[in-house]
């Protein structure tokens, strides 16, 4: 441990992003051990663009780096080689995933302290349109939500079954993200794969066994597959003038974001119960993360095979004489993926240098549990408050 590592130390507390490399200061000792080179150059990356507060740097420096991957890495030039365990490394050189590693525990720190917001309550009237919503959580959810705050709330006596789902590649990122935000998911490529093996597709996409389930509940003449979103709102018995805001609640899957929830989440369930993990991932972190980079697409190696699977869906449909809103095939992939998608830029997987940069910025922002700014140097700091 060398005085120059320690006068880097002591550069970086104070709000400095000078590179290791480049550092030539010194200082005496501030500790009995060195924080490692991913917790150091993390911070460093954090005060390049703006320096964080001393009570954010200290979280930064004492952070452990959860998940699968290296552990805490001495500095090069700080430490001599030693011939057990990993040689000292140079920080700018480490990949973004070992320090998406140590941002993931910070930000599980920070979303397990927060209050989940209550969803929106309503009493239905009896002359309401009963209904009940079902189908693709990621569009049934939000949609249902909006319903009830536009005091549309599902219920009621021999209600219709609304099952709702889009293109079959679209859905497949929704049930990707779902997991991501919720009990956890492999990485999308090898999430897709899995789901693509004859007989796997996933059961919250699966509209013909939806359809199949509800048709021995309720009969076949109370369910109705609605493959347009935008129109559920309308037979659900909203407004018209409401429904755009409701369909509009559906968010983009953004593909940095849902990997970044994808991080957090294993984190975030050491510290929380299963329950709660799901609601704040869902409830607190989705919404700081809607918008957040390009929405993701299903690669083009793959849309034959989504296609294939996407046409035996639409003929089970049909053969099963379900009622269905909209036409059958738009099950079908849209198009091949592209620099741009249905609702704008479009990637076919996550990029690792975004996923830092999106969780750089959430831990610059003030905490989702209400604490106020504690990133900002001379913002107000809670830490140790009474």
Known sequence: M????????????????????????????????????????????LNAEAPVS?????????????GRGRPELLLEGAAAPSPHGLPPVDPARLPDDELVRVAAGLLAEDLSAATVPSPPRATRRPWQRPYRLVGDPWLADPIREGL?????????????VLIAGTDLATMLTHAWALRCFGPGAPPWAEWLDEALRPGRLPASVDLVRSARHWSERVGPRRLTVVLDPTAVPRLAGAPRRRARAITDRVP????????????VGPVLGVLVAPERRELLLRRVLLPRLAGAGPTLTVP????????????????????????????????????????????????????????????LRLLREPGPAGEGPRDRRGAPDTEGAT
């Open 252 to 263: 983009a899957v953004p593909a940095d974001a849902a990997e970044l929830a994808r991080r």
């Open 148 to 160: 009830v705050a536009a005091a549309r709330p599902p219920g009621g006596p021999r209600a219709t």
């Open 2 to 45: 060398t005085p120059r590592a320690w006068g880097w130390v002591a550069h970086l507390r104070d709000g400095g992003s000078t590179p290791w490399r480049s550092w030539a200061g010194e200082a005496e000792p501030q500790g009995s051990y060195l924080p490692g080179a991913q917790q150091l150059e993390l911070l460093r990356r």
């Open 300 to 359: 083009p190696d793959r849309l034959r095979r989504v296609r294939r699977r996407a046409a035996r869906v639409r003929d089970a449909l049909l053969e099963g004489r379900y009622a269905v809103h909209g036409d059958p095939s738009a099950l079908l992939p849209r198009s091949a993926a592209g620099p741009t998608g249905p609702t704008g830029p479009a990637t076919t997987e996550p990029d690792g240098a975004a996923v830092l940069s999106l969780a």
């Open 54 to 66: 001393p009570a954010l740097a200290a979280r930064v420096l004492a952070a452990s780096a959860p």
